[in-house]
């Protein structure tokens, strides 16, 4: 079936080291999205990719980043995580940018020790 | 900048019966998308109906309905003849080329269901 997949499910991580979450999709989605969400809280967009193209929310700190290498995989770096990051990590795709569906995946709680 | 606001943090119901979950929103625009998500415990989120502003008709799927009143700016959901597997936190949200297509969600509303 096609879906989106992210690994690992569960990260733990240490305070400022460097950690990278993985999103893959088999839908061939134009684009894909990666949302904090925070216990008991709404999903938060970090940012979203069409095709290649790059778009950073305002609000969304320098310590994260992203990369789409291709159509099927989506990365988010963290790239000294504080305490404050720990949080279920979503990715999401959609065909495009009309108000097509988007399709989670399951999703990534990451753990700042 | 829309806004979403979901009124019912939590909410109960009896199996088999029906609950109506609350939704309202604020924008200026007249060409917009709403939709429910159910995101299970520790499960993924998943779209449970969406209704195109323009639709004059409540969408519909199969025990999931809407209410929506445009000029109220107000979107309900009711579950009929709920089941145990219905419980879940479910997001009402928002989307439309104005807000940079992206969806805003509201605060969610956990949907327990009593056996």
């Known amino acids: 079936d096609a879906m989106v997949i992210q690994n690992p499910r569960y990260q733990v991580t240490q305070f400022g080291k460097p950690v990278t979450l993985s999103c893959s999709q088999t839908?061939?989605?134009?684009?894909m999205y990666w949302y904090q969400q925070k216990s008991s809280q709404a999903p938060k967009l970090l940012f979203h990719?069409?095709?290649?193209?790059?778009?950073n929310e305002a609000d969304t700190p320098d310590n994260f980043q992203s990369r789409r290498p291709n159509t099927s995989f989506c990365f988010l770096d963290i790239r000294s995580p504080g305490l404050g990051d720990a949080a279920m990590y979503l990715c999401?795709?959609?065909?495009?940018?009309?108000?097509?569906?988007?399709?989670f995946g399951p999703g990534t709680r990451l753990t700042v020790l | 900048a829309q806004t979403v606001t979901q009124s019912q943090p939590e909410m109960s119901v009896q199996e088999a019966e029906t609950v109506t979950l609350s939704c309202t929103y604020d924008?200026?625009?007249?060409?917009?998308?709403l939709f429910w998500y159910k995101q299970p415990p520790s499960r993924q989120m998943i779209l449970v109906i969406r209704?195109?502003?323009?639709?004059?008709q409540n969408a519909t799927e199969n025990r999931f309905s809407v209410n929506f009143q445009k000029a109220a700016k107000s979107f309900s959901l009711k579950i009929s003849d709920s089941q145990l597997g219905d419980a879940a936190m479910y997001f009402c949200?928002?989307?439309?080329?104005?807000?940079?297509?992206?969806?805003?969600f509201g605060k969610g509303t956990l949907l327990t269901v009593n056996p």
């Open positions: 999401a795709t959609s065909r495009d940018h009309r108000a097509n569906e988007q399709f």
């Open positions: 839908l061939n989605h134009n684009v």
């Open positions: 990719y069409y095709d290649k193209d790059f778009n």
């Open positions: 924008t200026s625009e007249s060409d917009y998308y």
């Open positions: 209704q195109e502003a323009y639709k004059q």
């Open positions: 949200a928002y989307y439309s080329g104005g807000s940079n297509y992206k969806l805003t």
